[in-house]
């Protein structure tokens, strides 16, 4: 985003602030009451009776005192400097019927709760209840929410969150109905993924840290910052448009009423790492690219430093600033180990004037890794052949040490009862090392006899940093009151990837009988040291050892506004939205060539390659190795997207049918995204962009079929854009032997029709019994294919528009306690959901063909990719409040699901697999909990495969281990 852009963001986000807290509290005085240390207090909310919305402005007085207030804008009050004893309450709120709660107790230095709800004039009651309103990260407040709610949704609370022993937001989406997680950290919702599932954080979009697509990582949040989590699966028009499969909205910590304060510690181990055990670990590289790579005289080849001192000095100088380490080695770790601490406030200053306080931090370092793993890459050699013959076949280690640290601030300040204005700020910050060694063939470029490695050292540095400010403020009284909202947040996501280091390189066994070389022996990976080994790299084969700097930073400035009123009977709401995304993604890689000396000169020691062999040799003008500067201008690049959207919404009860109500209306959407590549001439860049102007329809049907049971229909049309990185030309790769991927400029964005049918009952507090079944029809759906255009020797991944896909399916949902089952099953409860799904998307008639070739009458259709045909989740829990005991577990499962589009048909896919998670926690005394968990308690590996003839060949296999956890907790 550039400076202008950014600091016009800025001002216009400090003048909203001073307009609201100035502005509206010009009329409040500075006056301020001294409390009373022996003074007790109430706080509550009131809610409007049937529907349980706050309402705001209620009147609220002890009676026979002079203490009195008003409900905020959430239905909330507080009462304080209450003397001990026994008071009567008196509620009242235009419209709505006066409540008297009598006899409520008051003690010296405490708070009573009292939340209560007002049933409107019309209804007659002949005595007053008084009924809690529960938490928004409750399940059962959850549940009462969804119940009200317009749109399909689902949602995980932080009591869940608690119980299920999630450590981030991506380890609670997978126990949500119809989501699961890829990689550990991007959702699927109904087996749709990318960008099909928008994330917001607080209500306000989040950009992806993804370089490769639009996924936003869910790891990077952790779960003790969370209140709730809720998807939303259709479409509404005060909503941005750009899901699909649902809208992810990650609520942090609301601003409390009262003083809290949390702290928890854990250490955990998993089972391919042991308990202090031993992992591969990067060796320690560059921080940036080096100073002396900027140099003028640094020269392009080797062939410009014959006749030139500087440039030879320069080259000397750039090799030897390249001189760390390469190779990836085993280490010792010191187990996993989390802190979370938490604190808040609200109090009362200026008369009355309610201010929240909200803090939060946490600190997680953690080890995971395999020894065992495999990679293999396959190729259809002919159309009679029997099976796949791999192009490269490798045994892989990895180990990754991941330290992930989040923050969060929140102030809430209400100038007027009527007005509130809320600031918070969230930082999360994740370092990931990896190390990866694979060794094995490459059948596609090496004979029988050689073998080859190689060896990678990753550095990923990401952070999101996000500020916000909200204000919602209420004009005119009563129940015809209108309610505006407002709210403008920054956002800035870094990643940086410092010298990720990749080094390959071939080796055979010299014969001891002949001056010829032999087959490699059957424990050659123990013999790879001995002196009988020739080391080589072939660069017609394989790339050089390289180093890239990635470095990746975008900036998103999201703002909305809505007004809300009622006209009669119908609630009209009407807003809009504006977006402005900015990526800045930059890319240089330098090469290590060899000029006297060679790997083999080196023992096959990386290091020693890249080191001592560096630079000028003593006494002479020749190089041992020398680096050269081989970055792409294609590879770097520039990307905007501006999106702005107006929309109007009415919910109405629909003429002559009470329980029958209507929400819907039309968002009117504009998008607009420009890439270009940073080519030194322009007439040289890339680019890529496109421009739509898209009418969103929506339509909710809502059907009370009873007090707790609610049918719904709905229609709405969504779209879905293409990332940055996938309409940029830029060409990356993993591994040698992998897939080059590349960005196709000429992608369109999708336009998706969806239909949702649900019947859901809620039973009493936290239980729901549900059915759903949905249908989505996919215009220019976008896929990762692999070119039909590249070479077998580099085959290429890029992306493509489909015609068109087809997706529906059903869902199923129960949670049940079993108390009313049998008295001594009243603290157990069960619950679980499954996913069906199928998809469809036409297949083009060259890979019908080529799938002719070897297997009759092929399905002219596939699954679409990323699809999976099913999802489980079950979970039996054990809840004892008395005895402060809790025992849960929960048990996964999803279906295959298609990773790669391959031309012939022979497509790749992420096989299905099952996990099983126990947690137990016991509360020890007053405030202290111990905590243990098991997760992956089945040992799943991750499998990769392809399926030819009726035979599987695996691409890859990675083992995930069991991960075992303790920990203390205390609450105040």
Not at 217 to 242: C, G
Not at 334 to 346: K, L, P
Not at 550 to 556: A, C, K, M, N
Not at 668 to 697: A, I, N
Request: hydrophobic content about 35%; glycine content about 10%.
């Amino acid at each position: 985003m550039d400076v202008v852009r950014m600091r016009g963001a800025w001002s216009l986000v400090f003048v909203l602030v001073l307009s609201s807290i100035g502005c509206l509290g010009a009329s409040a005085q500075d006056e301020t009451d001294p409390e009373v240390e022996t003074a007790g207090a109430i706080t509550g909310t009131v809610v409007e009776a049937g529907t349980g919305d706050p309402l705001p402005g209620a009147n609220v007085t002890v009676e026979g005192t002079g203490n009195g207030t008003s409900t905020d804008l959430n239905g909330r009050y507080q009462l304080r400097n209450l003397e001990s004893g026994t008071y009567d309450v008196l509620f009242s709120f235009v419209g709505f019927q006066r409540k008297t709660v009598t006899n409520v107790e008051v003690s010296a230095g405490a708070t009573t709760t009292l939340d209560v709800q007002l049933a409107e004039e019309t209804e007659q009651l002949d005595e007053v209840v008084v009924s809690a309103e529960a938490a928004r990260d409750s399940e059962a407040g959850l549940l009462k929410k969804r119940a009200k709610a317009a749109a399909v949704s689902d949602a995980i609370s932080a009591e869940t969150i608690s119980r299920s022993g999630a450590g981030t937001a991506a380890d609670a989406m997978s126990k949500v109905t119809g989501a699961s997680v890829t990689e550990g950290k991007y959702v699927n919702v109904r087996g749709l993924q990318g960008r099909y599932v928008d994330t917001q954080l607080d209500g306000s979009k989040l950009p992806s840290t993804d370089p490769d697509g639009n996924s936003v990582a869910l790891d990077l949040f952790p779960s003790n910052l969370i209140d709730n989590i809720v998807t939303t699966k259709t479409f509404t028009p005060d909503r941005p448009a750009d899901f699909t499969g649902g809208s992810v909205d990650i609520t942090t910590k609301s601003l409390p009423s009262s003083f809290f304060a949390n702290v928890s510690v854990s250490t955990s181990f998993n089972s391919e790492v042991g308990i202090g055990g031993n992992i591969l670990r990067p060796v320690s590289g560059l921080d940036a690219v080096p100073a002396v790579a900027s140099d003028e005289n640094v020269p392009e080849t080797l062939g410009q430093t014959l006749n030139d001192p500087d440039q030879r000095a320069a080259l000397d100088a750039l090799s030897r600033a390249f001189a760390t380490g390469v190779s990836p080695g085993p280490d010792d770790t010191v187990g996993n180990r989390s802190a979370e601490i938490s604190a808040g406030d609200r109090f009362t200053i200026a008369d009355g004037r309610s201010v929240g306080i909200l803090a939060s931090f946490s600190y997680d370092e953690s080890f995971s890794g395999f020894n065992d793993g495999t990679t293999t890459r396959f190729k259809q050699t002919g159309a009679e052949a029997e099976g796949l013959s791999p192009t490269a076949d490798y045994t892989t280690r990895r180990g990754v040490e991941k330290t992930l640290m989040g923050g969060l601030i929140g102030l809430s300040v209400q100038p007027a009862p009527q007005h509130e204005v809320q600031l918070r700020g969230i930082y999360n910050e994740d370092n990931e090392k990896e190390a990866r060694i694979e060794r094995g063939r490459l059948p596609r470029d090496l004979s029988s006899g050689q073998l080859f490695e190689t060896r990678v050292s990753r550095t990923t540095d990401r952070a999101v940093r996000s500020g916000e400010v909200k204000g919602t403020h209420r004009f005119g009284g009563g129940a015809d009151g209108i309610r505006v909202e407002w709210r403008s947040s920054l956002s800035k996501i870094t990643r940086d990837e410092p010298d990720y280091r990749f080094f390959s390189n071939q080796f055979q066994f010299r014969s001891q009988e002949t001056d010829g070389f032999q087959s490699p022996p059957e424990d050659w990976e123990r013999s790879m040291g001995d002196d009988n080994v020739d080391y080589s790299i072939s660069p017609s084969i394989y790339p050089r050892p390289t180093r890239f700097f990635r470095d990746l930073e975008e900036d998103s400035w999201s703002n909305s506004l809505s007004a809300e009123m009622d006209v009669g009977t119908i609630k009209l709401k009407a807003g809009g939205n504006y977006q402005v995304r900015s990526r800045e993604f930059r890319e240089r890689r330098f090469e290590h060539f060899s000029d006297q000396n060679s790997i083999n000169d080196a023992g096959g020691n990386p290091d020693m390659y890249v080191n001592d062999l560096a630079g000028l040799r003593d006494g002479a003008d020749r190089f041992g190795t020398y680096v050269l500067d081989r970055s792409q201008p294609r590879n770097n690049y520039d990307a905007d997207l501006d999106r702005a959207a107006g929309f109007l919404m009415a919910e109405l009860p629909v003429p002559g049918v009470p329980a029958l109500k209507f929400v819907g209306g039309a968002r009117l959407e504009y998008s607009d995204l420009f890439m270009t590549t940073q080519h030194d001439e322009p007439s040289d860049r890339l680019q890529g962009s496109f421009e739509t102007m898209d009418v969103l329809p929506s339509a909710n049907l809502i059907w009370s079929l009873r007090n707790n049971m609610n049918l719904r229909v709905a229609y709405g049309r969504t779209l879905a854009l293409p990332s940055f990185r996938e309409v940029s030309p830029a060409e990356t790769f993993n591994f040698v032997g992998d897939y080059i991927e590349r960005g196709s400029p000429d992608l369109n964005r999708t336009l998706v029709d969806n239909v949702d049918l649900r019947w859901e009952w809620f039973l009493r507090g936290g239980e729901v019994l549900s059915a759903s079944v949905f249908y989505k029809d996919f215009q220019d759906p976008i896929e990762r294919t692999i070119d039909a255009g590249s070479d077998a020797a580099n085959e290429k991944t890029t992306f493509t528009n489909r015609e068109s896909a087809l997706v529906y399916g059903a869902e199923l949902e129960a949670r049940k306690r079993l108390g009313t089952v049998a008295e001594w099953l009243q603290h157990v409860q069960v619950g679980g959901n499954l996913t069906l799904t199928h998809s469809e998307v036409t297949r083009t008639e060259e890979v019908l063909e080529a799938i002719r070739a070897y297997r009759d009458n092929p399905s002219e259709t596939r699954p679409l990719q990323g699809q999976s045909p099913y999802i489980v989740n079950l979970n039996v829990g054990y809840e004892n409040p008395g005895a402060g005991t809790s025992v849960n577990v929960l048990f996964n499962r999803f279906g295959d699901r298609l990773q790669t589009v391959a031309r012939n048909g022979i497509d790749i896919f992420e096989q299905g697999r099952s996990s099983l998670d126990v947690m137990a926690s016991q509360r020890l005394t007053r405030g202290v909990e111990a905590k243990i968990s098991v997760k992956n308690a089945l040992n799943a590996d991750e499998v990769v495969s392809q399926t030819f003839r009726g035979s599987e060949f695996v691409n890859d296999r990675r083992p995930l281990g069991r991960t075992v956890s303790v920990g203390l907790s205390y609450s105040y």
